[in-house]
Structures are given as C-alpha cells and as structure tokens.
C-alpha cells in the first residue's frame, strides 16, 4: 500500500511539473493571437448568423425524422 502512494506521489508530481513547463511556455500562441482568433470567429457567426441557423435547424429536423422512424 505504501508503494502505491509513493507511485501515485510521483505521478501527481510529475503531471503537475508538467502543467507548470506547458503554462509557463511562450513559444505558442500568445493571448492577443488568441483574442483575435475569437474576434474572428464571433464575426464570422454575426456575418452568417442565419445560414447557420438554418443548417442547424435542418440537422435536428433530419434526426428527429430519423428517430420517429425508429421509434415507430
């Protein structure tokens, strides 16, 4: 029992050193390219707003057409 502390102490440790290399790492995206990429992406929903809504609301009128086939 000891043992499987020790080993599961040792994954924790090791999962949160990993967690702090990747939050501390800045050779990725930083937080202006990310606030861009949704500013972009909400233009995009604005701008096209009643096509998506349309295509969603084709896909529930297909599955619920589809499950009272099942269903019946």
């Given at each position: 029992?000891?043992?499987?502390?020790?080993?599961?102490?040792?994954?924790?440790?090791?999962?949160?050193?990993?967690?702090?290399?990747?939050?501390s790492?800045e050779?990725?995206?930083?937080?202006?390219?990310?606030?861009?990429?949704?500013?972009?992406?909400?233009?995009?929903?604005?701008?096209?707003?009643?096509?998506?809504?349309?295509?969603?609301?084709?896909?529930?009128?297909?599955?619920?057409?589809?499950?009272?086939?099942?269903t019946?």
């Amino acid at each position: 029992m000891n043992n499987l502390m020790i080993y599961t102490n040792r994954i924790k440790n090791r999962i949160q050193e990993e967690i702090r290399k990747f939050w501390s790492d800045e050779s990725g995206m930083g937080t202006v390219e990310v606030i861009l990429i949704i500013v972009v992406l909400i233009g995009l929903v604005i701008v096209f707003k009643q096509q998506i809504a349309g295509i969603v609301e084709d896909v529930f009128k297909a599955i619920r057409e589809d499950t009272r086939v099942i269903t019946n």
